[in-house]
């Protein structure tokens, strides 16, 4: 197991966040929100001991063979507007929200969490804009 994988666990047990561990370099965090069901994000971490980690969200949505171009609008909308996070529609038309991030062990339990929140806080307040577009 990735070493800053190991300590993220380590602090997301002392902290008394619920996780599910995938596999060995990834793990699932599920928060309720207030405009969407939940939003799960997954922590993705360099095979190996390298400090590089990913940080995933596929929870906002997708759009149609018709509706992609909104889509893509919307996403470059939220790019402009949001500066910790980036949008983007995937091969299967869903709304990913990812941030990449360079972790030291000392603090990756912190600032990995705070990572989530930020992604979670945004991915909820983006959501209302998304179905709009979506639906529109």
Not at 74 to 79: D, G, I, K, R, W
Not at 92 to 116: F, N, P, R, W
């Amino acid at each position: 197991m990735n070493k800053y994988k190991a300590e993220y666990l380590r602090y997301m047990d002392e902290k008394g966040i619920k996780y599910r561990d995938i596999d060995d370099v990834a793990v699932r965090i599920v928060y309720d929100t207030d405009n969407m069901p939940q939003v799960d994000v997954v922590v993705i971490f360099d095979d190996g001991d390298k400090p590089y980690v990913s940080l995933n969200s596929w929870s906002i949505g997708s759009f149609t063979d018709e509706s992609f171009s909104k889509g893509i609008i919307a996403c470059n909308e939220m790019n402009a507007k949001y500066r910790w996070v980036k949008f983007f529609l995937n091969g299967e038309k869903k709304v990913t929200v990812q941030v990449d991030a360079i972790v030291e062990t000392e603090s990756c339990g912190a600032h990995l969490s705070e990572l989530v929140r930020r992604i979670v806080n945004i991915s909820d307040e983006a959501y209302p804009d998304f179905m709009k577009a979506r639906w529109a």
